[in-house]
Nanobody, 128 residues
Framework: QVQLVESGGGLVQAGGSLRLSCVASGRTFNSFGMGWFRQAPGKEREFVVAIRRSGSSTYSSDSVKGRFTVSRDNAKNTVYLQMNSLKPDDTAVYYC?????????????????????WGQGTQVTVSS
């Protein structure tokens, strides 16, 4: 089993920044590719960003490209989501997720079914 715990969410004004963290425990962290998803009220969970096991490649949705950056520190069992230039449309619960499938294809990373473990989520609210 793997436990994922997100932190760093909160309330921020439009144009501001937040950094989310997700700490993993239970298995070797560098066995997993990691993704971030978000879910706004009344909407489906959507892909945000992902990073391969080694950190060599990252993938971003068009809606956050150029504003959000994913990184990982395998020594600390942690993946980060740096969010800049935040917009009210970024308001959602943000989830990190872990997958055994270290695919080279964006389409795989964007699918919720690709992930084996999920965190409980952290709320991000962006005010206008």
């Amino acid at each position: 089993q793997v436990q994922l715990v997100e932190s760093g969410g909160g309330l921020v004004q439009a144009g501001g920044s937040l950094r989310l963290s997700c700490v993993a425990s239970g298995r070797t962290f560098n066995s997993f590719g990691m993704g971030w998803f978000r879910q706004a009220p009344g909407k489906e969970r959507e892909f945000v960003v992902a990073i391969r096991r080694s950190g060599s490649s990252t993938y971003s949705s068009d809606s956050v490209k150029g504003r959000f950056t994913v990184s990982r520190d395998n020594a600390k069992n942690t993946v980060y989501l740096q969010m800049n230039s935040l917009k009210p449309d970024d308001t959602a619960v943000y989830y990190c997720a872990a997958t055994f499938n270290d695919s080279p294809y964006y389409s795989t990373w964007a699918q919720t079914g690709n992930y084996n473990y999920w965190g409980q989520g952290t709320q991000v609210t962006v005010s206008s």
